[in-house]
Every structure is written in structure tokens, then in C-alpha cells.
């Protein structure tokens, strides 16, 4: 399973990015799907999840109001769109796909990862 994340960039504090994951494989769809970020010099951090209908998601205290996670299993595709953004939010992020099931927090319960794609929100 290969995972291609993408949509990062600089943009400036308030304004909003849309990150997309595409699944190589048909049988994402069948699997809860996550974001990951991980800002400079600290760890992966869980960002938001959905289960593998859409109709389940979570989000990190951090982003709650402010970022979106969706998901298109016609397209093999999750998005993450963040809006209001602040300099805080400046990581790599990094999309998964769960083991099963799984869409929460732990990264161990994630199977495949994508590379990652570089956000930075300038102040």
C-alpha cells in the first residue's frame, strides 16, 4: 500500500490549506484513515481520524473547530482541510491508513504511513 499525501505549502497565519491522501490501494476503503503532524524538534503528533465510512471522525483538542478530515472512498482519497491556521500548526503531516478499523490517536494502531507533506504557517 502506497500512500501519496499532498496540498502543503507556506501560507500565512488565518488562511487555509487542503491536504489530500490518495490510497494506492482499493481496500483503503475499507480501513479508518488518519493525520499525523510533526512540528520541528518535537514527536508525531495525531491530528484527526475518520472512520472508514465517513461518518465516524476525531480530532486533536488542538485543531477541534478549525480542521475538517473527509474522506472519498470512490477516489481512495482522505483530506484534511484546515482553516484559521496559526504559526503553531507549522509541521510535516502525515497521512495513515488503520489497522482495520482504527482512526484514533495511537499511531502504533496505523499500518501504512505516506512520506509526509511540509505545512508551514507564517506569523
Known amino acids: 500500500v502506497q500512500l501519496q499525501a499532498s496540498g502543503g505549502g507556506l501560507v500565512q497565519s488565518g488562511g487555509s490549506l487542503r491536504l489530500s491522501c490518495m490510497c494506492s490501494?482499493?481496500?483503503?476503503?475499507?480501513?479508518?484513515m488518519g493525520w499525523f503532524r510533526q512540528p520541528p524538534g518535537k514527536e508525531r503528533e495525531f491530528v484527526a481520524g475518520?472512520?472508514?465510512?465517513?461518518?465516524?471522525?476525531r480530532y486533536a483538542d488542538s485543531v477541534k473547530g478549525r480542521f475538517t478530515i473527509s474522506r472519498d472512498n470512490t477516489k481512495g482519497t482522505a483530506y484534511l482541510q484546515m482553516d484559521s491556521l496559526k504559526p503553531d500548526d507549522t509541521a510535516v503531516y502525515y497521512c495513515?491508513?488503520?489497522?482495520?478499523?482504527?482512526?484514533?490517536?495511537?499511531?502504533?494502531?496505523?499500518?501504512?504511513w505516506g512520506k509526509g507533506t511540509q505545512v508551514t504557517v507564517s506569523s
Open positions: 490501494r482499493r481496500t483503503c476503503s475499507n480501513n479508518g
Open positions: 495513515a491508513v488503520g489497522r482495520g478499523a482504527s482512526y484514533g490517536g495511537d499511531p502504533g494502531s496505523y499500518a501504512y
Open positions: 475518520i472512520s472508514w465510512r465517513g461518518g465516524d471522525k
